[in-house]
Nanobody
Framework: QVQFVESGGGLVQPGGSLRLSCAASGSSFNGYTMTWYRQAPGKQREWVAN???????AYVGSVKGRFTISRDNAKNTVYLQMNSLRPEDTAVYYC????????WGQGTQVTVSS
C-alpha cells in the first residue's frame, strides 16, 4: 500500500525559505503526476503545485515565482522549495498523486510568522 510521508516544515519568518520533502513508500511514484496541497486553518485544502512524469510543472498563481516543485524518481521523493514565504503561506502541506489518490498522510506544518 502506497503511503506518502511529508517532512521539512517549521516556523520561519516572512521572507524566509523552507524545503519540504514527500517520500513515497510501498510503491514507486514513477509515471504519476505528483501534487502538493495545503490546508490553512479554517479553509479547504487547496492545490499548490504539480509535477508530471516528464517534469512539466504547474503552480497556483499565489506561489508562482516563489515555490519550485521537483522530483527524484530514484529516491521516490518529491520536493517543494519555498522561498519568499508570506504569512498567508501558513498551512499544513500534503502531497499525493493528482489522480488515483491514496490516503492522506499527516502533512507537515509550515508557519510563517515574525
Amino acid at each position: 500500500q502506497v503511503q506518502f510521508v511529508e517532512s521539512g516544515g517549521g516556523l520561519v519568518q516572512p521572507g524566509g525559505s523552507l524545503r519540504l520533502s514527500c517520500a513515497a513508500s510501498g510503491s514507486s511514484f514513477n509515471g504519476y503526476t505528483m501534487t502538493w496541497y495545503r490546508q490553512a486553518p479554517g479553509k479547504q485544502r487547496e492545490w499548490v503545485a504539480n509535477i508530471a512524469p516528464n517534469d512539466n510543472t504547474a503552480y497556483v498563481g499565489s506561489v508562482k515565482g516563489r515555490f519550485t516543485i521537483s522530483r527524484d524518481n530514484a529516491k521516490n521523493t518529491v520536493y517543494l522549495q519555498m522561498n519568499s514565504l508570506r504569512p498567508e503561506d501558513t498551512a499544513v502541506y500534503y502531497c499525493n498523486r493528482l489522480v488515483n489518490r491514496v490516503s492522506w498522510g499527516q502533512g507537515t506544518q509550515v508557519t510563517v510568522s515574525s
